[in-house]
């Protein structure tokens, strides 16, 4: 049964550093083929993707965001860490881990998390 | 850069047909993938690879695509399947997700 977990602060406060950690179970990291991908949905508004990490360390980023992201795993750990720099109140969202396999879709999600950015 | 548009909204009578579509150029030759999101919960795959589905996911969810658009189609719509639907593709390296449509059942 796969299943993946996002967690980290609720509330961050304007120009600080967001670190989220996905942890997931059900498949490894280091299996060939699998990925995890980072996902945030502001309030009422569509989907946008951040970031994915692949089995082999391969690392992509949104075009729009990359200056501000990076993404790591810890395989032993079954673990997935995405930081965001310089917070600012329009990055308020949910944040999703998903995760994907060879085909360029994500099949698992996690229950996302509300982050909060505000003075 | 590439650009992926749903209509806002879609509305439909349960047990009438309700088709969803996503524009982007050429996107016949691009791989499509599906998403259903209901309010206050994580999205979930419907349809994969264009129109295949996941396992657990009813016969009801079907997909096609060529040329310049990609269609979802729901049949025999329930109320249950009242969401925001994704459309989504892999192109030059990244995700791109639809700007997502509400499915609204009657």
């Known amino acids: 049964q796969v299943t993946l977990k996002e967690s980290g602060p609720a509330l961050v406060k304007p120009t600080q550093t967001l670190t989220l950690t996905c942890t997931f179970s059900?498949?490894?990291?280091?299996?060939?083929?699998?990925?995890v991908t980072w996902i945030r949905q502001p309030p009422g508004k569509a989907l946008e993707w951040l970031a994915r990490?692949?089995?082999?360390?391969?690392?992509f980023y949104s075009t729009s965001l990359k200056t501000r992201l990076t993404i790591s795993k810890d395989t032993s750990k079954n673990q997935v860490v995405l930081t965001m720099t310089n917070m600012d109140p329009v990055d308020t969202a949910t944040y999703y881990c998903a995760r994907g396999s060879y085909g360029d879709y994500m099949d698992y999600w996690g229950q996302g998390t509300l982050v909060t950015v505000s003075s | 850069s590439y650009v992926l548009t749903q209509p806002p909204s879609v509305s439909v009578a349960p047990g009438q047909t309700a088709r969803i579509t996503c524009g982007g150029n050429?996107?016949?030759?691009?791989?499509v993938h599906w998403y259903q999101q209901k309010p206050g919960q994580a999205p979930v795959l419907v349809v994969y690879d264009d129109s295949d589905r996941p396992s657990g996911i009813p016969e009801r969810f079907s997909g096609s695509n060529s040329g310049n658009t990609a269609t979802l189609t729901i049949s025999w719509v329930e109320a249950g399947d009242e969401a925001d639907y994704y459309c989504?593709?892999?192109?030059?390296?990244?995700?791109?997700f639809g700007g997502g449509t509400k499915l609204t059942v009657l």
């Open positions: 989504q593709v892999w192109d030059s390296s990244r995700y791109l």
């Open positions: 050429n996107i016949g030759t691009k791989s």
């Open positions: 990490i692949d089995w082999d360390d391969d690392k």
């Open positions: 059900g498949f490894s990291l280091s299996t060939s083929g699998m990925r």
